[in-house]
Every structure is written in C-alpha cells, then in structure tokens.
C-alpha cells in the first residue's frame, strides 16, 4: 500500500545548529510529495512541495530534494531558529486520488 | 477574505448538547474535508467531499454528522459526542484535479467534551 514514514520525534536542537527531518515513502505510482508545519495551537500549513523526482523545494530556508532512488523526501535547514520549533508532517498525494496520505508527524523543539 | 475560515477556535460541550462547526474557503477549490487531529495520534480523515458530494467517510460514529450546502461551505454538526471525541477538529480545502496542489487548512477548533 501507499505510506510515509517519518523519523520519530521529538527532535532537539540548538538554534542555529543544522537540520535534518528524514521522510520515506511507499506508492504504486509516481506521487507529488509535501511537507506541512503546524505551530503550536494553529493548523496545518504547506511548507513546500516537489511534484517530480530531483525537484527540489524550497520555503523560509527549508529545502527538501524528491528523491525517487532512495524513496525518500528528507526536510533540512542550515540554521535553525527558535520560532521554527512546530510538527513537521511529510505527505503524499497520487495520481487521480484527491487524499493525502500523511506521515505520523516529526514535532521540532530548538533551544536558545 | 482568503484561505480557509473555521469557528469557532475553541468549543467546549457536554455530552447531551448539540453543536455545528462551520469552514468556509474562498479559494475556488472543489474538495473539502474533515481531519480530527488527537493528541499523539496520527491524522485522522473523517469526511471528504467532492463539489458538493461526499464521497468518503471513514467510519465515522454517526453523532458526527457532515454537511456541505455549497462549493465554499462544509460544516460538522456534532450530538451526544464522548469526551474521546476532545480533539481538533481541522478542516482543508483543495482542487480535485492536480497531483501538484496540497491542502489548505483552517486553524481548527479545538473541541472539549465534558
């Protein structure tokens, strides 16, 4: 079946340090992939998205690289700040399928 | 008024009270859903619809009861709800066609049952 896999959370960092959020998936197809953050007491938000392989997307400093060898979608950061600490969420979506399916989510917390 | 509009923020009701959420998007999208998001577990699809229509409900107790009168509006009525149902509550819209484009969520309505 169709599925993500994040790393387990939480993940602790210093601010500035560097960042890295490992994603996996499974899919029968060739699948657009996102990642979403949620801050504390808000909803989701999309952070940034790549529709092909070896694209890569990119928003506020996070960069993500679709790769289709390795299956994988792995969120980074050069220099993290303390107003990125939220839930970090890894999803899917398929060709003609309205759904996303969505990994179990990666909470961030980074100290000052 | 763009994105996607939930209320109320918070909403807090007892078991015997009968209650709506309301979404309202503004971005011409066709497909609206319903998310319950619980405390360390994963996200949980309820309702789906698709230019007016359900088209997928995931087991859902039917106290929970979905409603979408137009493209720009879908709400949750919610009656005799269990404080397991404490949760919350998100609500996303998208175009139906195109692998390229995600959701866009509302800032959900935390739900507290007592």
């Known amino acids: 079946g169709n599925s993500v896999t994040q790393m387990e959370g939480p993940v602790t960092l210093s601010e500035e340090a560097f960042l890295t959020i490992n994603c996996t998936y499974t899919a029968t197809g060739y699948p657009s992939l996102f990642w979403y953050v949620q801050y504390p007491g808000e909803g989701l938000q999309l952070l940034l998205k790549?529709?092909?392989a070896d694209d890569k997307g990119s928003n506020k400093g996070f960069e993500a690289t679709y790769r289709k060898e390795t299956t994988s979608f792995h969120l980074e950061k050069g220099s993290v700040q303390v107003s990125d600490s939220a839930v970090y969420f890894c999803a899917l979506r398929l060709l003609g399928n309205y759904q996303l399916i969505w990994g179990a989510g990666t909470k961030l917390i980074i100290k000052p | 008024e763009t994105g996607v509009t939930q209320t109320p923020r918070h909403l807090v009701m007892g078991m015997t009270n009968k209650k709506s959420l309301k979404c309202e998007q503004h971005?011409?999208?066709?497909?609206m859903y319903w998310y319950k998001q619980s405390a360390k577990k994963p996200l949980e699809l309820m309702f789906v619809y698709s230019l007016e229509e359900r088209v997928e409900n995931n087991s859902v107790p039917s106290r929970f009861s979905p409603e979408c009168p137009n493209s720009s509006h879908l709400f949750l009525h919610l009656h005799t709800l269990q404080p397991e149902d404490s949760a919350l509550y998100l609500c996303?819209?998208?175009?139906?066609?195109?692998?390229?484009?995600?959701?866009?969520f509302g800032s959900g309505t935390r739900l507290t049952v007592v």
């Open positions: 996303a819209s998208s175009q139906e066609q195109g692998i390229n484009y995600g959701y866009t």
């Open positions: 790549a529709t092909k």
């Open positions: 971005l011409g999208h066709n497909a």
